[in-house]
């Protein structure tokens, strides 16, 4: 139950991650090109900003937390639940980011929560 938990927690900080980090890069602004992404002024301006790297701290603690869970569970029953992700993450951006999510992507999501729960079942 305990790396269930580890999981469910890494899921959540993973999707908090991305809300937290698409907001610091709203801020940071577009990138039109590979060659402006790895623009040494580019790169600064996106890892100096509180919000990417709220994000990337997020995403490092959901990373321990998942060598965690790997120690206890198989690695082919746990790894089909990031996609639960994709649900909280969705729901994240349309509360806090103002996203529109369609009918179409609901659905999709829907199809990958039920793939999941099929897994869970085995």
């Given at each position: 139950?305990f790396?269930?938990?580890?999981?469910?927690?890494?899921?959540?900080?993973?999707a908090?991650?991305?809300?937290?980090?698409k907001?610091?890069?709203s801020?940071?602004g577009?990138?039109?090109?590979v060659?402006?992404?790895?623009?040494l002024g580019?790169?600064f301006?996106?890892f100096?900003?509180p919000r990417?790297?709220?994000?990337?701290?997020?995403?490092?603690?959901?990373?321990?937390l998942?060598?965690?869970?790997?120690?206890?569970?198989?690695?082919s029953f746990?790894?089909?639940?990031?996609?639960?992700?994709y649900?909280v993450?969705?729901?994240?951006?349309?509360?806090?980011l103002?996203?529109?999510i369609?009918?179409?992507?609901w659905v999709?999501?829907i199809?990958?929560?039920?793939?999941?729960?099929l897994?869970s079942?085995?």
């Amino acid at each position: 139950m305990f790396a269930l938990i580890l999981v469910a927690t890494c899921i959540i900080l993973g999707a908090i991650g991305q809300i937290v980090m698409k907001s610091g890069m709203s801020q940071v602004g577009e990138i039109g090109s590979v060659g402006q992404l790895f623009n040494l002024g580019t790169l600064f301006h996106i890892f100096t900003n509180p919000r990417v790297l709220t994000g990337i701290l997020l995403y490092g603690i959901a990373l321990i937390l998942w060598l965690g869970a790997l120690s206890t569970l198989n690695v082919s029953f746990m790894y089909p639940f990031i996609s639960l992700g994709y649900i909280v993450a969705a729901i994240l951006a349309f509360i806090f980011l103002k996203e529109d999510i369609t009918l179409l992507r609901w659905v999709g999501i829907i199809v990958v929560v039920i793939g999941c729960f099929l897994i869970s079942r085995t």
